[in-house]
């Protein structure tokens, strides 16, 4: 059944290009573009056979999609399967950090990430497939620029709680210094 750009199939919904919204859709067919009015709603979106595409947009963050686990890519080789690129106001892309699979045709090229300054990655997604196979070249948040959370030694929870950039061991002398200055 076709109902407004819609296809029911067995409890899924499956949706092109000429859907008016996609807050029911499960299955995308063709590119999804974040910042288009259709897109605000993605919460059940699990597959997405085409591109994402998000250029040059005023967005802060992607729309919600805690079900998004598969993106197929197998039109025009020349074109990544995701784009996310000159986005002067993207801070996250935490979304797509629980994307488990990106299938792609011959010579595709999977995901290209760039020019967006004030990026960052969440600490609790660092380790995430997607992260260290497409992302790895993203800051983590609370990290400056220029250093990588592989500069500090110990576990995750560490860098985290040292938002200020300084690696662990440096804190730890700062604040015994701090100690002994107080106590004189």
Not at 41 to 52: C, K, S, V
Not at 147 to 165: D, L, P, T, V, W
Request: charged share 25%; hydrophobic share 35%; with cysteine.
């Amino acid at each position: 059944m076709d109902l407004d750009g819609y296809k029911l199939t067995q409890e899924r919904a499956a949706c092109g290009d000429l859907r008016n919204k996609s807050g029911h859709c499960r299955i995308i067919e063709g590119t999804l573009i974040p910042e288009d009015p259709r897109n605000l709603d993605l919460q059940n979106l699990e597959e997405l056979y085409g591109r994402f595409l998000m250029s040059k947009t005023l967005m802060v963050r992607l729309p919600h999609m805690p079900k998004l686990k598969k993106i197929e890519w197998m039109g025009n080789s020349k074109f990544p399967a995701i784009t996310i690129e000159s986005n002067p106001n993207l801070e996250s892309i935490a979304e797509l950090a629980r994307l488990q699979e990106i299938v792609l045709g011959p010579g595709h090229l999977s995901v290209e990430i760039r020019d967006n300054p004030k990026l960052c990655i969440e600490p609790e997604y660092m380790q995430t497939k997607f992260v260290k196979q497409y992302a790895r070249h993203i800051r983590e948040c609370g990290i400056e620029k220029g250093m990588r959370s592989s500069n500090f030694k110990g576990s995750s929870s560490n860098a985290q709680a040292n938002a200020s950039g300084i690696p662990t061991a440096y804190t730890a002398i700062i604040l015994g210094l701090s100690w002994y200055v107080r106590k004189i």
